[in-house]
């Protein structure tokens, strides 16, 4: 069964103490996995795309890498503002045109002053 | 500036009354999706559509119903049949679905007594 997990539920960190948030994935024929930033009350903002094993993207003090099993966002000298819920998402070829996205259910960043 | 627009941000409902949420995007994708968000679960795709006039049940279908009249809009109506229609409910559109990020609306937060 295709499968998205996402580890810590929630982290605190003190400001500038960096860290990383991981997702787990078991799904068939992977396309693409995609990290978004979600604030209270908002829907989720789009971070990357990854398509293959050791493929890195880098977006201000965050930097997401993707392995054949998982991908982890790592977070550089965080500030309060980095404060979010992070999802990844999965998607996997539904064997039509349209992909089956599967979410995880997000980890909550705290960033403390 | 293009976007998602879900109105209203807030919607109370009493039980057994049909209610319908609404959803329109100006960046000119061809689909769309409404999702349901729960604590501490990943995002669950109610209903997509790739085109105007044609839509598919996603993973949890059931109490739900959707139009696709016109490319701009894809209202979602929760019916009296939705057991726990209680929920954060995001519509999302991308360019034509396959392998593309998820652009997302703010949300339509529902409350069912």
């Known amino acids: 069964e295709d499968q998205v997990t996402q580890s810590p539920e929630a982290l605190r960190l003190q400001e500038g103490e960096s860290s990383s948030l991981n997702c787990s994935y078991t799904?068939?024929?992977?396309?693409?996995l995609f990290w978004y930033r979600q604030d209270p009350g908002k829907g989720p903002e789009f971070l990357f795309t990854?398509?293959?094993a050791g493929e890195e993207k880098e977006k201000e003090r965050l930097k997401a890498t993707l392995t054949k099993k998982e991908s982890f966002l790592h977070i550089t000298a965080p500030k309060p503002e980095d404060s979010a819920t992070y999802l990844c998402?999965?998607?996997?070829?539904?064997?039509?045109?349209?992909?089956?996205?599967?979410f995880g259910p997000g980890t909550s960043l705290s960033v403390i002053p | 500036d293009g976007g998602i627009t879900q109105s209203p941000k807030y919607l109370f409902r009493k039980e057994g009354q049909n209610v319908t949420l609404s959803c329109e995007q100006n960046l000119n994708h061809d689909a769309m999706y409404w999702y349901r968000q729960d604590p501490g679960q990943g995002l669950r795709l109610i209903y997509y559509?790739?085109?105007?006039?044609?839509?598919q049940k996603g993973d949890i279908a059931e109490g739900y119903s959707v139009s696709r009249e016109k490319k701009e809009s894809f209202p979602l109506t929760v019916t009296s049949a939705q057991k726990n229609p209680t929920a954060f409910y995001l519509c999302a559109s991308s360019i034509e679905g396959v392998n593309s990020p998820l652009h997302f609306g703010n949300g339509t937060r529902l409350t069912v007594t």
């Open positions: 990854l398509y293959s």
């Open positions: 998402a999965v998607h996997s070829r539904r064997g039509t045109s349209y992909d089956k996205v599967i």
């Open positions: 559509s790739q085109i105007v006039n044609d839509f």
């Open positions: 799904v068939s024929g992977l396309r693409g």
